[in-house]
Structures are given as C-alpha cells and as structure tokens.
C-alpha cells in the first residue's frame, strides 16, 4: 500500500482548471474560488484513476473531492446506454441525502443525474428510479444491499463505489453489508474510500478488500478545529442539573443555530419537551423518527423555524447547516471521532464556534481520553448562578505530584511509565471510596435505568 501524505506538485489555483468547464462554472456560483487542501490533493489522484484512502476533517470540502473528479468524468465520458455508474455509500440517512443536495449543486450545469436511496422510503419506488438509470445513486448500505439481492439494480458496470464516513459505517455495524454489495459491483471499478481515520482494524480489513494499490492520505488536523472552535467543560452533578445548566446556556449564550447532543433517543425526547416549556425553539432529531419526520425537521433547521435542535449521534455526521454557532454535549461523546463530529458542526470554512460539554463525574474519565486524544485540555467554565457540588476528581493535582516524586524500592525514580501505572492506580483507589449515589425518579430519563446500590436495614432490638 503506498503512503502519501505530501500535496501533488499542481498549484492549488490550477486544480479546479482541471475541471470541465460546466463543473467550473457551478464552481463559481457557489463561491468555491480556492480548493482546500484535501481538494488540492485527492482531485488530481481521483481523476488519474488511483484508488484513494483518505482522512479529512468535517468541513473540509472532502465530498466536493470525490464528487468533482466523478462529475468530470462522466461529462467528458459520457455512456447513456450504461447502469449507474457511481454508488456512493454513507452511513445515515441525513449524510445521505445531504451529499445529493451537494452533487446536484456542483453539477448544476450539465445532465447528470442523481438519486438517493436509504431505508424508511417506498421500495417500489425505489425500484422505479433504478429503472430510470441515474449516472449517480448514494444510498445506505442497508437498504442498498437489499436491491442488490433482488436485482433491482444493476452494477456490472460501476465506475465509482466510495465510502464515505467508513469509520462510522464500520461502527454502525455495515461492514459485512458493504463487502456483500461490493460483490454486485464492476471489478474494473475505482474505489474510494474516505473516513475520519485510516488507523483501526476494520478500515484496514476493508481496504484490503475492496482497494487497489490506494494511496492514503492523511490530512485530519485536530489542531485545526482548535483553531476554529473554543471547547469548554462545565461540571454537572446530576441529570436535573444538566438540564438547568443548558437551559441556561440558550438562555444567555450569544448565538444563530445550537446543536444539542445526547446520547439516547428518549433523552433527546426530554430535553427537547424541557426546552419548548422553557421557551426555547427547539426541534428533535434521532433514529426513530421516520424519514418524513426527519426531512420536515432539518427543512425547519434551515429555514429558521426554531434555532435549536436536539439530536442523538444519527445528526452529528451528515448535517451540513450554515450559521451553527454552538454545539453543547448534554451527554459527552462516547470516542474522540464522535466528539470531533459533533463540535464540527461548527466552526465551519473558516467561521469560529463553541463547544460546551457538560461533565458529570461518570464521564470525566471519558472527557480526560478525548483531551488526550486531541492533544489539548479544554477550559474549564463555571456559572456562579448554577454552581454544582462536583467540580471534578478532588486532589487531582497533589496525586499527579505524588507519583512523580515516588522512587521504586531500590531507590531510583520511577519511570514515565511506572508514573501513569501507579496515577491509574490511585485513581481506583479514590472512585471506591465514593459513596454510591441514589437517584429519585425525576432524575432520570424515560427509560432510563441506574444501580443505586442496596444498604440492609437493620435488626431492632428486641424490647
């Protein structure tokens, strides 16, 4: 597998001179002057016919990378009497339908066309645009997996298969539907493969499968969306407390749109009836809405109906609405890539953002991996008005200074190593002796269910 992580010597303003001229023009209506970097680089590959692996950050112009090269392609080799030639799969419905908004706006000046298909829609209508033979078809694997079993569609063909979000396709559990389709398609085919990070197992058993001699591209900085978003913490006791600090947060917090991430639907259930008693705009978005309920929503978001929007992980990947100012974590993220997607909702080309993510002290060890992960440590915001009881991992300080200055039995000091052995160590000691919390019913979720620990009563003593 060759490794590239250097641009291609075209100069950027050169790259979209590439491009036909019709794709240039829809280009230009959009105000795309200059490419960014991961179009600088995977545009020239992509039409030279290299398969490609890349890791770009959210909001770096990746679809336009691999939408732009395919668009050219076809316009300058046209196949009227051909399938579809390009099958573009995504891991949501949201991102699904988002990347044919993008492909109908690039490709505004010529004939192509374009076509979603995704689970929660009507199958025979599906079927009847196949039969209309879109150039392009974006679907999830799911549902598209499904048409292939039944010959809805034909991919002998294919000239594009892309994975978009492979990470998160991979994490949903789509891994054997996309092998599966990938054996309906055109072995002549050119494949790409773009994904928030080339590093795990199942991304490398996928490119080792379905790739040819790809050449990988690493350009996710995470220093860049610390450039662009401000990330603070604030300490949480309990769900109630969560509930008031966000309130609070839309009350007083200077923005245009918010995002407001949970981690269950019946959470994003609540939180959102909680924030339409307390007079805040808002609108919910999770996994069980149906795909009408879904497109009314984000039609809503757009268009300014309400300005705040509750939703689960199904929304952090996909929703691509301008003026987002600030996203808050009512739940915090349960991995790096998944924190890195939902605060990427903001701070989008070249705007600035908040990301406030509330912390009870079930999640501080999980906030303290995605700051280690991203190489940073987050601010640490308090509102006097709301001040809670935990306020963080008492002695946090003295215990990092305690094993630094221990020496082993014979004398020497302890080696970095040794140092974060023994902190975790101390770490345990001090979770044990937390005393088990007990919950009332109104702190918790619909749904929603906490050990709370059992204290036997004691014997009376006999009179």
């Given amino acids: 597998m060759n490794q590239s992580s250097q641009n291609t010597p075209i100069q950027a303003q050169k790259v979209f001179d590439l491009l036909d001229e019709r794709l240039r023009k829809g280009l230009t ?164 493969l773009f994904s928030a990070t080339l590093h795990g197992k199942g991304i490398k058993q996928i490119a080792q499968s379905l790739l040819t001699k790809p050449i990988s591209i690493h350009l996710n900085h995470h220093q860049d969306i610390q450039n662009n978003i401000q990330q603070q913490i604030i300490t949480a006791d309990d769900l109630k407390h969560k509930e008031n600090l966000t309130s609070w947060l839309l009350s007083h917090e200077n923005y245009r749109k918010a995002i407001v991430f949970c981690n269950t639907k019946a959470q994003v259930d609540r939180l959102g009836g909680l924030l339409r008693y307390h007079n805040h705009a808002a609108g919910t978005l999770h996994g069980d809405n149906t795909q009408e309920v879904r497109n009314l929503v984000m039609s809503q978001f757009r268009d300014n109906k309400f300005k705040v929007l509750a939703a689960s992980d199904v929304a952090a990947r996909g929703i691509d609405v301008k003026d987002i100012d600030l996203v808050i974590n009512f739940d915090m993220a349960q991995n790096a890539d998944d924190y890195i997607h939902r605060i990427g909702r903001t701070g989008r080309a070249g705007e600035t953002g908040l990301a406030i993510s509330l912390v009870s002290s079930r999640e501080w060890n999980l906030m303290a991996s995605i700051e280690r992960f991203m190489d940073t440590q987050f601010e640490k915001r308090v509102i006097k008005s709301l001040l809670g009881k935990y306020q963080g991992p008492k002695n946090l300080k003295s215990n990092g200074k305690a094993a630094s200055n221990k020496k082993r039995k014979d004398g020497k000091k302890l080696s970095a190593r040794d140092k974060k052995r023994l902190e975790k160590k101390q770490n345990k000691k001090i979770a044990a002796k937390k005393p088990i919390k007990k919950f009332g019913a109104s702190e918790l979720a619909p749904g929603e269910t906490r050990d709370v620990g059992f204290t036997p009563m004691k014997k009376k003593k006999a009179n």
């Fill in 29 to 192: 209506k959009l105000t795309f002057e200059t490419p960014t970097e991961i179009q600088q680089t995977t545009i020239p590959l992509t039409l030279g016919g290299q398969d490609l692996m890349a890791s770009a950050e959210t909001g770096s112009g990746k679809s336009a990378a691999f939408l732009l090269p395919i668009l050219h392609r076809f316009i300058t080799k046209q196949a009227p009497q051909s399938g579809t030639r390009a099958l573009i799969l995504a891991p949501t419905r949201e991102l699904a339908r988002q990347l044919v908004k993008h492909i109908k706006e690039l490709a505004q000046f010529t004939q192509i066309q374009c076509d979603v298909i995704t689970g929660g829609d009507d199958y025979k209508y599906q079927r009847a645009v196949f039969r209309k033979n879109p150039e392009i078809i974006v679907a999830t694997p799911g549902r598209m997996l499904e048409h292939c079993q039944q010959n809805s569609v034909a991919l002998d063909e294919l000239e594009f298969l892309v994975l978009d979000e492979a990470d998160k396709m991979l994490e949903l559990g789509f891994s054997d539907d996309v092998l599966s389709i990938a054996k309906f398609c055109s072995s002549k085919r050119q494949t790409l």
